[in-house]
C-alpha cells in the first residue's frame, strides 16, 4: 500500500504540476476537482483508517496542559505524517502550476496553506468523530476497508481517464464537475486562483474568505470536541447477546464439523478474517488495468479475474493456526486428528471458493462472449483455488508467523522480535503457482498449442488440483499433530 501510494504521489505532482503549459480555464477545472478528492479523503477516510487512534485525546488528558494547548500539540503531532507531506507536496505541484501569472501564484499559496491546515484540523476531527461515536470495532472496521476499497479502485480510474480523449471526453465532465465544486467547502481554495487568472480578483477574494471561513469552523468544532470528549467518559461497546448454536447446528457432531463451524463462525464475525477476505475481489482490478494499459485483448483477460480471486481465497488460509492464539489449546487438549484440523479449517473457503469458480466463470465467458472456454476457466480457477489451499494446510501448520491479536482490527499488527511473514508468504505464493503451472502453460503458451484450449486446463487442472488438496491436507495434519504444543506455545507468545 505504501509504493502504490507513493507511485501515485509521484503521478499526482507531475501532472499538477505539468497543468502550467495548459491553459487557465483547463488547468482551473482539473485542479477543483482533483483537489477535492484529494480533500475528502483527508476529511472522510480517518474515519475508518484511524480507528485506534494514537493521538486520541483522551491518552493525554491527565497532562497539566490546557485545553488549547493540547489542541495546538496534537495538530502539530497530526502535521508530522507520510499524508501531510504528500499533501504539502501536492500544494507546492499547484504553485507551480499557476506559476506563469504573478498574482494567481500567490493566491495558489494562500489556498495551499490553507488547504493543508483544513486537511491536518479535519483529520484529527475525523479521528476524535470515530473514536468517540464508532465504538464497535466491526462499524470501524467496515469504515477502514471502505476506505482502503476507494484508494485501490483509483487505479483503474486513472487507466480509464488516461485512455480516454481528455479534450471530448475527460475535458467536457471536469468542467460541469468543476462549476459545482468550486464554490463547495471541498473545491473553493482550489477555484481561487483560476478566478485570478481569468482576471476576477473579486471572485478570487470571495473564494479565499469561503474557504478560511470553513477553516475557522472546523478550527471550532475541533475544539469544542475535545472539550466535550475530555470531559465525559469513554463510551463502552453495546455487548451483543446471541441464542442458538449458529454454525454448530447446522455443521455435523463430529470434529471436523465443530472446527468447520467454528472457522465460518470467524469469517462471519471476526475483523482479521473479514476485512481481508473483502479485499480480495478488489485484487484483480489493478491488474485488468494494467493489462487495459498494455493493450492486451478482452480474450486474455477473461482468464485473470476468477482464477486470480480463487487464488488469493485459497491463499489467504496460509497463517490460520497463528489466528487462533491461545484457543489453539482446545484442538491439542483433545487430541484432534491432523486430517480433521485441516480439512475444518477450509470448509469456509471450499464453500465460497467451489461456487465462485463455477459462476464466476460462467458470467465472465458471458460478458467476454467466449462460451467455448467455460470449462478451461473452470479448471484453471479450481486448480489455482485447490492447489493453494493444499500448500496453505501444509504452511500454517510448519511456518506459523504472528498474526493481529483476537478482538484486534485487521489492520494492526503485533511487534515480534524475528518474523518470517514475508518469506512465508511469498513462498507459498510461488508454490501454488508452481503447482497450477502445467495448467497455465496450457492457457497461455504457444508450445502446447496443439492441446484444446479449452478443455485440457479442465481435464489437466481439476485432478491436479484435488491431487495437491488432498496430499497437502493430509501431510499438513502429520505436521499438526507432531508440532501442537510447539505450535501452542508459539501462539501464546504472539
Known sequence: MLIYSAVLFVIAVTAVAGLRDTTPEIAGSTLVVFGSLVLAGFLFMPLGWNADDALDPRRFSYLPVTRLRLALLLLLAGAISIPAVMLVGLAIAQVVAWSPDASSALIAVLSGVIVIATAIIGTRLASLLAARYLSTRRLREVFGFISVAVVIASLPLAVILALSDYQSQVLPVLRRSAAVLEWTPLGVAFGAPAASAAGNGSEAAAKLAIAFGFLLLLALCWYFMLGYVLSRPERSAVATYRSGLGWFRLMP??????????????????????????????????????????????????????????????????????????????????????????????????????????????????????????????????????????????????????????????????????????????????????????????????????????????????????????????????????????????????
Open 253 to 494: 457432531s463430529t470434529p471436523l464439523g465443530a472446527i468447520a463451524a467454528r472457522s465460518l463462525s470467524y469469517w462471519a464475525r471476526d475483523a482479521r478474517y473479514f476485512v481481508a477476505l473483502a479485499a480480495i475481489p478488489i485484487i484483480p482490478i489493478g491488474m485488468v488495468a494494467a493489462l487495459l494499459v498494455g493493450g492486451i485483448g478482452a480474450d486474455v483477460i477473461a482468464w485473470i479475474p476468477v482464477p486470480v480471486m480463487c487464488l488469493f481465497l485459497g491463499w489467504s488460509a496460509h497463517n490460520d493456526v497463528a489466528h487462533d492464539n491461545t484457543a489453539l489449546w482446545t484442538h491439542v487438549s483433545a487430541h484432534t486428528k491432523g486430517a480433521d484440523d485441516r480439512w475444518g479449517r477450509i470448509v469456509p473457503n471450499l464453500l465460497v471458493g467451489i461456487p465462485l469458480a463455477i459462476l464466476g466463470s460462467i458470467l465472465t465467458v458471458v460478458i467476454v462472449g467466449n462460451n467455448e472456454a467455460l470449462p478451461g476457466l473452470i479448471g484453471l480457477s479450481l486448480c489455482l483455488l485447490f492447489a493453494a489451499l493444499g500448500v496453505s494446510s501444509v504452511s500454517s501448520a510448519a511456518f506459523p508467523y504472528a498474526a493481529p491479536l483476537p478482538g484486534h482490527g485487521a489492520f494492526i499488527q503485533p511487534q515480534a522480535l524475528v518474523s518470517n511473514a514475508a518469506t512465508v508468504q511469498t513462498f507459498t505464493f510461488v508454490l501454488s503457482l508452481i503447482f497450477a503451472a502445467p495448467v497455465l502453460a496450457v492457457v497461455f503458451f504457444t508450445p502446447f498449442a496443439t492441446l484444446d484450449p479449452y478443455w485440457a486446463p479442465f481435464i489437466v487442472g481439476l485432478p491436479l488440483g484435488l491431487l495437491v488438496l488432498v496430499v497437502g491436507v493430509y501431510w499438513g495434519g502429520r505436521i499438526m499433530v507432531r508440532r501442537g504444543p510447539e505450535l501452542l506455545a508459539l501462539s501464546s507468545q504472539n
